[in-house]
Nanobody, 111 residues
Framework: QVQLVESGGGLVQPGGSLRLSCAVSGSIVSINTMGWYRQAPGKQRELVAS???????MYADSLKGRFTISRDNAKNTGYLQMNKLKPDDTAVYYC?????WGKGTLVTVSS
């Protein structure tokens, strides 16, 4: 069984930056694609970005250029660097890996 723990969320002013982390533990049989999703209040969960075991990345079109996904396979940790944050980025951010969801970390962008 795989466990995911997200961290790094918090309150940030518009234009600021945050780096989220997703620590993977448990029975990791193979290296899988990792995804970051977000769910804003009253909205459906949406894909933010994903990264394959080989490092190929994919981003939601609206976030390209502001968000960067990365991973450290040796540390079993994934990251989401978020820059130039906007109030619309306010959401709970979830990590997804090996058919498992983390509990999420709240990001609030507000002045």
């Amino acid at each position: 069984q795989v466990q995911l723990v997200e961290s790094g969320g918090g309150l940030v002013q518009p234009g600021g930056s945050l780096r989220l982390s997703c620590a993977v533990s448990g029975s990791i049989v193979s290296i899988n694609t990792m995804g970051w999703y977000r769910q804003a209040p009253g909205k459906q969960r949406e894909l933010v970005a994903s990264i394959t075991s080989g490092g190929t990345t994919m981003y939601a079109d609206s976030l390209k250029g502001r968000f960067t996904i990365s991973r450290d396979n040796a540390k079993n940790t994934g990251y989401l660097q978020m820059n130039k944050l906007k109030p619309d980025d306010t959401a709970v951010y979830y990590c997804h890996y090996a058919n498992t969801w983390g509990k999420g970390t709240l990001v609030t962008v507000s002045s």
